[in-house]
């Protein structure tokens, strides 16, 4: 696949919540959803690129994914700061005191911002084994999306679910190595 065909079909979730915002009834609710599970579902879909390594190779467009995921979750951030909070920080310190999923998502969204500014070249070089937290972002971010919801649903259940799975293969290959190292 051509680098700008994913680059364009990366956009569309951008896209469309563009053409769609209008008609919502509470935009600034409409936008935390939309930017929220864009982010969420291409983060899932980055990490995806590593069990499915076997089948095939696509790890060159992992970080074109991670790199969209924090564009739509700083879309995210920039809802709540401008949309939201109205550019007053104390109501964002409070928000961010009082409620835990609003924390959950701050450490995560610090998380991303970090590898965002270390995914160049030279900083990775550097700073690569720190990327492995991207396993914790995805776990807070499931966290906050499922406390964001009145009742968990189908969509909540699902983002568990390949959490477990995209773990668990993780844990498999630490395993592997161990068990390598050990001989
Ligand atoms: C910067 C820190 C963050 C803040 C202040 C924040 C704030 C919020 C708020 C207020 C909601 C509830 C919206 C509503 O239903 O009224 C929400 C939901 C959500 N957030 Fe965040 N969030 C943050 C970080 C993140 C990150 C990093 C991600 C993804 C990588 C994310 C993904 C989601 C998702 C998927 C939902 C559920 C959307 C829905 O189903 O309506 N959030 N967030």
Not at 46 to 55: A, F, G, N, R, V
Not at 148 to 157: D, R
Request: with cysteine; aromatic share 16%.
């Amino acid at each position: 696949m051509k680098r700008s065909l994913l680059f364009f079909v990366l956009l569309l979730p951008l896209l469309y919540l563009l053409i769609s915002v209008q008609s919502a009834n509470d935009p600034i609710k409409y936008i935390f959803t939309c930017t929220g599970i864009s982010s969420l579902i291409i983060l899932i879909l980055s990490l995806s690129l590593t069990p499915l390594k076997k089948i095939i190779n696509l790890i060159k467009y992992r970080r074109m994914m991670g790199l969209f995921s924090f564009f739509y979750a700083l879309l995210h951030f920039l809802n709540f700061y401008i949309l939201d909070a109205q550019f007053d920080v104390t109501f964002v310190l409070k928000e961010t005191l009082d409620k835990p999923f609003i924390y959950l998502g701050m450490i995560a969204f610090s998380i991303l911002l970090f590898m965002a500014i270390t995914s160049t070249r030279k900083l990775f070089a550097k700073f690569n084994k720190w990327h492995k937290l991207v396993y914790i972002v995805l776990i807070l971010v499931v966290i906050h999306e499922a406390m964001a919801q009145k009742v968990l649903g189908n969509l909540e259940f699902m983002f568990i679910f390949m959490t477990i799975v995209l773990l668990g293969y993780r844990a498999f290959l630490f395993r592997v190595k161990w068990l390598k190292k050990k001989k």
